[in-house]
């Protein structure tokens, strides 16, 4: 069909149909060359695709944040190659939504090995909960890969929030979460045997850039969601870097060198609900411009899909299997990371020593809430025994009153007859 057109049209010029605008070829081009530019601009804005590949088939992968955004997508393509994947997620696995969420995901992978555990990376002791759980085991579990994409955001305007804990979210679910997770599945991935290419995977965002030093804490008068947050990332990096030193450091009892690797990746940006919470300033006029001037956004962030094929690469580029860890990864090649104190020995000494005692006071603190609150369960059970105890006798003692009363009765009827 194009071909005899074209031929027509140089045989007779263009039709009467066609319209006035499109018979100058000076506009033709204008138009042409606009519309080319900005697909140029869309690929561009889209990112790096990933062609890395590596057989997962029987591949343990840990991912936080599997069930949205990116790390969905992230856990559906490794599920798809066969990976077994354990989805951590705050639901508990019998949630409806989680148990419709790993039926659909199975049957779109052909992939009954997705599960979930619940770990809400709110709370120190959820994560201790699970962590502990997983390690308890003898030989130490298969553990390939653990993907960290959980993460939270305030939105801009929002107040600073706390866990029940007491920790400010964005720190505990983005970086203390993940430093209390590794620290104590360390001896499950330096327990694995040396010819498995273990990858830890972080996630982080290049508005760690713009963090506060991590020297000093940010005070609640400075205190402001992007800071919050950037610094969260700042800190999970500078903690990575550490965490790759400390798993080197490690004398296998093989002697041979740590086949454990800590990768980050910057995603870019990316239309996720993490984003959209934090475009739309987590409220109803924020959605309501969101969904207006959703051309824009759709135009300058990437899909999840294409967010996810950094993290992807990192999974699989079997380079990313050799050598030294601790590399960051971006559109898919390695980086340089964009700030100095990332590498900082002193800085990651002084984090990590705060980290352990923050978490130390906490979880002391949590200790003695559950104990009292355990007694306070305790006594109230103690109390409603206690009630049904005297209720019961109480009824007993009213039901053999009854029984006299109607003794009594008895007798005295017995008695007239006898007199009658
Ligand atoms: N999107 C971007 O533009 C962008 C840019 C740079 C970096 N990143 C990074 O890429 C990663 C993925 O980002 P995303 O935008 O895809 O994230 P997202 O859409 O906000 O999803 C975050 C995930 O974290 C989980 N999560 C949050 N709080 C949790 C908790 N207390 N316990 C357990 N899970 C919890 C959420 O679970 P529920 O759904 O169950 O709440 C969700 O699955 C993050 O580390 C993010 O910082 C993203």
């Keep these: 069909?194009?071909?005899?057109?074209?031929?027509?049209?140089?045989?007779?010029?263009?039709?009467?149909?066609?319209?006035?605008?499109?018979?100058?070829?000076?506009?033709?081009?204008q138009v042409a060359a606009t519309a080319g530019f900005l697909y140029v601009l869309k690929r561009y804005f889209s990112g790096a695709l990933s062609l890395a590949e590596r057989n997962m088939h029987g591949r343990v992968v840990m991912i936080t944040g599997g069930t949205s955004g990116i790390g969905a997508i992230v856990a559906e393509q490794l599920a798809a190659r066969g990976a077994q994947v354990i989805l951590l997620t705050h639901l508990?696995?019998?949630?409806?939504?989680?148990?419709?969420?790993?039926?659909?995901?199975?049957?779109?992978?052909?992939?009954?090995?997705?599960?979930?555990?619940?770990?809400?990376?709110?709370?120190?002791?959820?994560?201790?909960?699970?962590?502990?759980?997983?390690?308890?085991?003898?030989?130490?579990?298969?553990?390939?890969?653990i993907i960290l994409c959980a993460a939270t955001l305030t939105?801009?305007?929002?107040?600073?929030?706390?866990?029940?804990?007491?920790?400010?979210?964005?720190?505990?679910?983005?970086?203390?979460?993940?430093?209390?997770?590794?620290?104590?599945?360390?001896?499950?991935?330096?327990?694995?045997?040396?010819?498995?290419?273990?990858?830890?995977?972080?996630?982080?965002?290049?508005?760690?850039?713009?963090?506060?030093?991590?020297d000093n804490a940010l005070i609640k008068k400075e205190w402001s969601p992007g800071k919050a947050y950037a610094r969260s990332k700042l800190a999970l990096m500078v903690f990575g870097q550490a965490f790759q030193k400390h798993l080197d450091a490690y004398e296998r009892p093989d002697k041979l060198p740590m086949n454990s690797r800590v990768i980050f990746v910057d995603p870019g940006f990316s239309r996720t609900p993490g984003m959209r919470r934090w475009l739309t300033r987590g409220s109803?006029?924020?959605?309501?411009?969101?969904?207006?001037?959703?051309?824009?956004?759709?135009?300058f962030l990437k899909s999840p899909l294409m967010g996810a094929q950094s993290i992807?690469?990192?999974?699989?580029?079997?380079?990313?299997?050799?050598?030294?860890?601790?590399?960051?990864?971006?559109?898919?090649?390695?980086v340089d990371f964009a700030r100095l104190d990332v590498k900082d020995e002193v800085v990651a000494k002084k984090l990590w020593e705060a980290s352990d005692k923050l978490i130390e006071k906490t979880e002391k603190e949590q200790a003695a809430v559950r104990v009292l609150e355990k007694k306070r369960q305790d006594e109230?059970?103690?109390?409603?025994?206690?009630?049904?105890k005297a209720e019961e006798i109480e009824s007993l003692v009213n039901s053999i009153k009854k029984g006299k009363e109607a003794e009594k009765k008895t007798s005295r009827r017995k008695g007239k007859k006898s007199a009658q």
């Excluded at 411009?289 to 824009?296: G, K």
């Excluded at 109230?380 to 049904?388: A, G, N």
């Design 1 to 29: 069909m194009p071909i005899p057109f074209f031929f027509a049209v140089l045989e007779n010029g263009l039709p009467e149909w066609w319209p006035e605008w499109a018979r100058d070829p000076w506009t033709v081009f």
């Design 92 to 145: 508990p696995p019998s949630n409806p939504f989680l148990a419709d969420y790993i039926g659909e995901l199975r049957a779109r992978t052909n992939n009954q090995m997705i599960y979930a555990e619940q770990v809400d990376l709110a709370s120190l002791h959820s994560v201790r909960q699970f962590a502990t759980k997983w390690i308890d085991n003898a030989p130490p579990r298969r553990l390939d890969m």
């Design 155 to 214: 939105p801009p305007g929002k107040r600073r929030i706390e866990t029940e804990e007491g920790i400010e979210e964005m720190w505990m679910v983005n970086y203390l979460a993940n430093f209390h997770l590794l620290g104590i599945l360390s001896p499950a991935l330096r327990a694995q045997p040396f010819d498995r290419d273990v990858r830890i995977i972080m996630p982080t965002c290049s508005s760690y850039i713009k963090s506060p030093s991590l």
């Design 284 to 299: 109803l006029w924020g959605l309501f411009v969101y969904l207006a001037t959703y051309l824009v956004s759709w135009f």
């Design 312 to 334: 992807l690469c990192a999974a699989m580029d079997p380079d990313l299997g050799k050598g030294q860890g601790g590399k960051l990864i971006k559109e898919c090649i390695e």
């Design 380 to 388: 109230k059970e103690k109390e409603k025994k206690e009630s049904e």
